[in-house]
């Protein structure tokens, strides 16, 4: 079946400038997850949903960082105002549930910013 | 402050020789620990959850042990085709929410 799919694979943009990455998780996954991952760092962990929820924000690095999910379904992670420290790569990852069940990760989002 | 560590940075191995990969883990709320793989330039696979001290679990040339503090992943004659880097994360349950810590890897190259 079709796994975690993320858009778009590489993102050029502006300081200053907003954008948008979109995250469509496998079919079913009722829980969401983002993370980012700067060249040579491990992943940290922005935040998760479960359903449309997103219980802890905390996570986020910023107030420049806002994510949603809609439907149960596509999730996206907007960074307003893009600093050239937002480049990295932004993976998105979704499990059958909460709690401690395996993750499947897109490929993520190259973000970089000039 | 919750704490996840994984040693060596990196390793490199003949094919056929084998060894372990560390992980250590200070948290709170432990409610799994996971292994992952993975290739450059694409997203981690999963490879383990461990639940409790004492688990193990195996797959192909892969296995996972935990402890209370630490985890290892024991490669048994490893092929040149196992290089990738390996990811440790731990869950754990605070105040009613879920968080994810991952160590920053081990960096696997096997040689033929």
């Known amino acids: 079946g079709a796994g975690v799919s993320q858009s778009p694979s590489n993102k050029v943009t502006e300081k200053g400038k907003d954008v948008e990455l979109r995250c469509d998780p496998i079919s079913g996954h009722t829980a969401l997850y983002w993370y980012r991952q700067s060249l040579g760092q491990g992943l940290e962990f922005l935040i998760y949903f479960q359903g449309n929820s997103a219980p802890d924000k905390s996570g986020l690095p910023s107030d420049r960082f806002s994510a949603e999910r809609t439907g149960g379904s596509v999730s996206t992670l907007t960074i307003q105002r893009t600093q050239q420290e937002d480049s990295a790569v932004y993976l998105c990852a979704s499990s059958l549930k909460t709690g401690p069940y395996e993750q499947y990760f897109g490929p993520g989002t190259r973000l970089t910013v000039t | 402050e919750d704490q996840v560590t994984q040693s060596p940075e990196a390793l490199r191995l003949q094919e056929g020789e084998s060894s372990s990969l560390n992980c250590s883990y200070t948290?709170?709320?432990?409610?799994?620990l996971f292994w992952y793989r993975q290739d450059p330039g694409k997203g981690p696979e999963f490879l383990f959850t461990?639940?409790?001290a004492g688990e193990e679990k195996e797959k192909e040339r892969l296995k996972a042990t935990l402890t209370k503090k630490e985890s290892f992943l024991h490669i048994t004659a490893p092929k040149p085709e196992d290089s990738a880097t390996y990811l440790c994360a731990v869950q754990a349950l605070a105040s009613g929410t879920y968080k994810y810590i991952f160590g920053t890897g081990t960096r696997l190259k096997v040689l033929a």
């Open positions: 461990l639940y409790s």
């Open positions: 948290v709170s709320g432990l409610r799994g």
